[in-house]
């Protein structure tokens, strides 16, 4: 399956930084965010990825078309600095990626929206660019399946106010945009989602159209999403604390959206 991300957007100031930039290409280790991102969804052999590109996408994907000149030993000449030899391969040298221009201003459900020609399967999954965690994704895929419903989200349960998903015999049967509860009748969206290509049919490619209101609300009311639950590490950023945090992480070797 294809991994669809939305990347690019406003962004984020984080201290020290001059100008805002897209929260994927944070660097809370060697690598920014987002390739930390992919990182976990390549570890379960989703390698073909669609960046959806907002405002600041062009960083994005100047990042990746310069990486394996920045993160492989090379060797070229000065005359022929276009020569180049390389001393060794990344371990994302299978990774396939599209970079979908989005437009600045869309919302989530548009820039999906406008990602539908480059699916080519049933199912395929999507996430953000600002979260991380050890999701099983494999385990989650299996769930999409065997539910058979339009959408399969990840639901954690952080003290935060993200769209929550209120449950009731391990189902959802209601969806608020913006929980203002400690997730104690449920889970909040904790992205990490697998659609059904009928997704398609729900979305607008108008700026307006937003993922994590409308749409999910309607597949509520439809019974056409399941929630898998993820009680392991989940953490998005959103500002400097949730910066200094994941780089203490890394710090103390604990990067457990890592491992398998």
């Not at 608020?176 to 449920?186: I, N, P, V």
Request: proline share 2%; glycine share 6%.
């Amino acid at each position: 399956m294809k991994v669809v991300i939305t990347c690019g957007g406003e962004g984020i100031r984080l201290k020290h930084q001059l100008a805002y930039i897209p929260k994927g290409l944070v660097y809370i280790d060697d690598k920014p965010l987002l390739w930390h991102i992919m990182k976990r969804f390549s570890l379960f052999g989703f390698n073909e990825f669609v960046l959806a590109l907002g405002k600041n996408g062009n960083m994005i994907r100047d990042y990746f078309l310069r990486y394996n000149l920045y993160t492989n030993n090379i060797e070229f000449t000065i005359r022929r600095p276009m020569d180049i030899r390389y001393y060794n391969q990344s371990q994302e040298e299978d990774w396939k990626i599209s970079f979908v221009n989005t437009g600045e201003s869309a919302n989530t459900g548009a820039r999906l929206a406008r990602c539908q020609k480059y699916i080519d399967t049933d199912d395929f999954l999507f996430t953000y660019s600002d979260c991380l965690s050890n999701v099983d994704l494999e385990k989650l895929s299996r769930r999409h399946t065997q539910a058979k419903k339009v959408a399969t989200v990840t639901g954690v349960m952080p003290p935060f106010r993200y769209g929550e998903f209120i449950m009731r015999s391990g189902k959802a049967v209601q969806y608020a945009a913006e929980s203002k509860l400690m997730a104690s009748q449920g889970c909040v969206n904790g992205g990490f989602v697998v659609f059904n290509k009928k997704i398609f049919s729900q979305l607008s490619s108008y700026n307006e159209c937003v993922l994590e209101n409308g749409v999910y609300k309607s597949l509520v009311k439809k019974k056409q999403i399941e929630v898998f639950q993820h009680k392991g590490f989940w953490q998005c950023l959103d500002n400097d604390r949730e910066h200094e945090y994941l780089k203490k992480l890394c710090e103390s070797n604990k990067r457990v959206w890592l491992e398998k």
